[in-house]
T-cell receptor, first 117, second 113 residues
Framework: DAGVIQSPRHEVTEMGQEVTLRCKPI?????LFWYRQTMMRGLELLIY????????DSGMPEDRFSAKMPNASFSTLKIQPSEPRDSAVYFC???????????????FGAGSRLTVL | GDSVTQMEGPVTLSEEAFLTINCTYT??????LFWYVQYPGEGLQLLLK?????DKGSNKGFEATYRKETTSFHLEKGSVQVSDSAVYFC????????????FGPGTRLSVLP
C-alpha cells in the first residue's frame, strides 16, 4: 500500500486566495482525520470522518475552513479566504475501526506545508 | 474528556544514555495507548502501541508498559542514538462511534554524539 497520500506537499499563496488540500486515505480505512501542526499550538485535530460522515468538526477554526469527503478514497480541506495565520503543516491520517489486524492504528500522510504571505 | 499529558521538553541526552519520557492519561473507558515519532520534515509514524493493561509495546529498542493503576505509558530506551532525535507523541484512542485519537503535546528529543 502506498500509505496516506497528500497533495500538494508545499503550497505558497497570498492572503485572500483559496487553498485546497487533498488526501487519499489507505484503501479499506474507514476513518479519516485532518490535523494542523504549528510551533505555537502543536498538533491540533481539525475534523474527523467515519464512513465518509463528519463526526467531530469542533476543531475547525472558523467558517473559512471546510472539509469534505465525497467518497471513501478522497477528502479535501479548503481554506477560503486564506490568512497568514493559517500557515502550518496540515496532516491527513486514516485508520480502520473494523477490528481487522492493524486496526485502531492511525497512519499519517507526509503533510502539506502551507505558507500564506 | 480524554486527555494526555507528557513531560515537557526539550530533552537533550548524550549518545548511549538512558531515555525516559513520561506520559499519563485520563480516559473514561479502556483506551488503547500509543507512542508516535516524528522525524524532521516528516509526518508522525507509529512507534509502538498497547491495547490493554499490563501490555508492553516495543519497537526499535523502545518500550512502554500500559499501567492502568497509575494511568501511565512511559517511553523508555536503554541506549539512545543520534538517529533517535525526533519529537515523540503519546496518544490514546477509545473505541466509540467513529473512534477519536487524543495526542499529547509532544516531547522533543535531541541526542548528541
Amino acid at each position: 500500500d502506498a500509505g496516506v497520500i497528500q497533495s500538494p506537499r508545499h503550497e505558497v499563496t497570498e492572503m485572500g486566495q483559496e487553498v485546497t488540500l487533498r488526501c487519499k486515505p489507505i484503501s479499506g480505512h474507514n476513518s479519516l482525520f485532518w490535523y494542523r501542526q504549528t510551533m505555537m499550538r502543536g498538533l491540533e485535530l481539525l475534523i474527523y470522518f467515519n464512513n465518509n460522515v463528519p463526526i467531530d468538526d469542533s476543531g475547525m477554526p472558523e467558517d473559512r475552513f471546510s472539509a469534505k469527503m465525497p467518497n471513501a478514497s478522497f477528502s479535501t480541506l479548503k481554506i477560503q479566504p486564506s490568512e497568514p495565520r493559517d500557515s502550518a503543516v496540515y496532516f491527513c491520517a486514516s485508520s480502520s475501526t473494523t477490528g481487522r489486524a492493524g486496526a485502531n492504528v492511525l497512519t499519517f500522510g507526509a503533510g502539506s506545508r502551507l505558507t500564506v504571505l | 474528556g480524554d486527555s494526555v499529558t507528557q513531560m515537557e521538553g526539550p530533552v537533550t541526552l548524550s549518545e548511549e544514555a538512558f531515555l525516559t519520557i513520561n506520559c499519563t492519561y485520563t480516559a473514561t473507558g479502556y483506551p488503547s495507548l500509543f507512542w508516535y515519532v516524528q522525524y524532521p520534515g516528516e509526518g508522525l509514524q507509529l512507534l509502538l502501541k498497547a491495547t490493554k493493561a499490563d501490555d508492553k509495546g516495543s519497537n526499535k529498542g523502545f518500550e512502554a508498559t500500559y499501567r492502568k493503576e497509575t494511568t501511565s505509558f512511559h517511553l523508555e530506551k536503554g541506549s539512545v542514538q543520534v538517529s533517535d532525535s525526533a519529537v515523540y507523541f503519546c496518544a490514546l484512542s477509545e473505541r466509540n462511534y467513529g473512534q477519536n485519537f487524543v495526542f499529547g503535546p509532544g516531547t522533543r528529543l535531541s541526542v548528541l554524539p
